[in-house]
């Protein structure tokens, strides 16, 4: 034990998150220091995405536990980031979250710039569009841009667990073709992308094509028993919400959206074993959602729009992106153990690992029926890259680690595998927090 506190000291050096606390707290509750004040945690952003990529870069947490009678909640918390990826991605981000500014209200605030100049596309409704791994991987990459500003509102309607929900999300979209690499694909395909043959054959309309904008009001409510946010061992947390982005708002074109989460947390060893599990459905009213708002698992309160269906964020192991459609159906499942505990320079830590199954699937097709012009050579490779009516669930699992620092900030590692190849071949994720 004393040579595992020692490495546990080592890695809570190498993020550089000791805490410069305005008033200090060496008051002990339970197992816990209880904190007060700021607390500072500049870090050099270092993680892994088998998707992206390896991610470098810098960023700081900002928590305002105030006179500690928050610990291990937090009055106020800012977020900024300046990082890249090896594969093509950029992102900068500033949010900031708090309850206490306006009373009985949460308040959440996010401006960001997303630059993905190698960005996954596999095509529409899962395994309907098919994935070939033998193609040079730039045959399934697109350039994508989107600045992107939110401001979300919570407020409690009943006991601090039935809340109401509003906010205002921009979104401009800027979008492009890559130049592909391979040569045997160049042969392939003249030289495009699935991208591109996509513009060709009709599925993505021309007006759509190089991205639009999407200016939305988003409101729903949320019910919320969780006993901790980061890390919750108990509760339920559901949220329903719609998204109505008119032409009349701002938008390019009108679309309206809903998307519906429920996630529940189940303690089976107190303050140490817990299993959780997310399920989400989200849909499109109507038929008419420009294609470019689709690859978005949508959220409103703390957090931002960034990933779509496989990957990280949703069905780890899956490619990233790799089911697009206008109703998506989730579902993640998740145990967790806390297995050791310990203060390093007057840090809480603990250790934990977690198993996962998940899972994700098309449940309403995109129209992706050949528009282009009557050509048989275009026809049939048309055909060769659309398996209309294969869908199902797209699984994987995999497990990971998970490292707590002061109970708010987690280093994450997990490995995601998934069950059919035509969903790549696993990804390992090096990140931060709990997937839910």
């Known amino acids: 034990m004393k040579i595992l506190k020692q490495i546990l000291g080592m890695v809570?050096?190498?993020?550089?998150?000791?805490?410069?606390?305005?008033?200090?707290?060496e008051e002990t509750?339970?197992?816990?220091?209880?904190?007060?004040?700021?607390?500072?945690?500049?870090?050099?952003v270092v993680a892994f995405d088998q998707n992206k990529g390896f991610q470098y870069g810098a960023l700081l947490n900002i928590y305002d536990f105030g006179d500690g009678s928050y610990y291990p909640n937090v009055r106020q918390s800012w977020y900024i980031e300046a990082s890249a990826y090896t594969k093509?991605?950029?992102?900068?981000?500033?949010?900031?979250?708090?309850?206490?500014?306006?009373?009985?209200?949460?308040?959440?605030?996010?401006t960001c710039l997303l630059v993905e100049n190698m960005l996954d596309f596999y095509g529409f409704n899962g395994y309907e569009s098919v994935y070939d791994k033998d193609l040079d991987p730039t045959f399934y990459r697109m350039e994508r841009i989107v600045p992107y500003a939110k401001a979300d509102f919570i407020g409690n309607i009943v006991d601090n667990r039935l809340y109401w929900e509003a906010g205002y999300h921009f979104k401009w979209f800027g979008l492009d073709n890559v130049s592909l690499e391979g040569e045997e694909t160049k042969v392939l395909?003249?030289?495009?992308?699935?991208?591109?043959?996509?513009?060709?054959?009709?599925?993505i309309p021309e007006d759509e094509a190089k991205g639009?904008?999407?200016?939305?009001?988003r409101v729903g409510l949320i019910y919320d028993s969780r006993d901790f946010e980061p890390a919750p061992s108990k509760g339920i947390w559901a949220e329903a919400h719609a998204i109505l982005a008119p032409k009349a708002l701002g938008s390019s074109e009108s679309y309206y959206r809903y998307s519906a989460t429920f996630r529940q947390y189940l303690s089976l060893v107190r303050e140490k074993l817990v299993f959780a599990y997310r399920l989400n459905y989200q849909?499109?009213?109507?038929?008419?959602?420009?294609?470019?708002?689709?690859?978005?698992?949508?959220y409103v309160g703390p957090g931002y729009d960034r990933d779509g269906f496989g990957g990280y964020r949703t069905t780890r192991g899956v490619l990233r992106n790799r089911v697009q459609a206008l109703d998506v159906a989730m579902f993640n499942a998740e145990m967790r153990w806390k297995f050791y505990r310990?203060?390093?320079?007057?840090?809480?830590?603990y250790l934990a690992?977690?198993?996962?199954?998940?899972?994700?699937?098309a449940i309403r097709d995109y129209d992706i029926s050949y528009r282009g012009e009557d050509n048989a050579a275009e026809r049939a490779l048309y055909d060769s890259f659309v398996n209309v009516d294969d869908e199902k669930f797209h699984l994987s699992a995999g497990g990971g680690l998970r490292i707590g620092i002061n109970q708010n900030f987690i280093i994450a590692i997990d490995y995601g595998v998934p069950f059919d190849k035509r969903d790549g071949g696993g990804s390992l994720y090096i990140n931060t927090g709990f997937l839910f």
């Open 12 to 25: 809570a050096l190498l993020p550089l998150f000791f805490s410069a606390v305005s008033v200090s707290a």
């Open 29 to 44: 509750v339970g197992k816990d220091i209880v904190k007060e004040g700021l607390s500072y945690g500049p870090l050099p």
């Open 88 to 110: 093509g991605s950029q992102q900068y981000v500033i949010s900031y979250d708090t309850k206490y500014l306006i009373p009985n209200v949460r308040f959440s605030a996010a």
């Open 189 to 203: 395909t003249d030289g495009k992308t699935l991208y591109e043959k996509y513009q060709d054959w009709g599925v």
């Open 212 to 217: 639009g904008r999407s200016s939305a009001l």
């Open 283 to 298: 849909g499109t009213i109507g038929e008419d959602a420009p294609f470019y708002v689709l690859p978005y698992y949508t």
């Open 342 to 349: 310990t203060h390093v320079f007057n840090q809480n830590l």
């Open 353 to 361: 690992l977690n198993g996962f199954v998940d899972g994700t699937s």
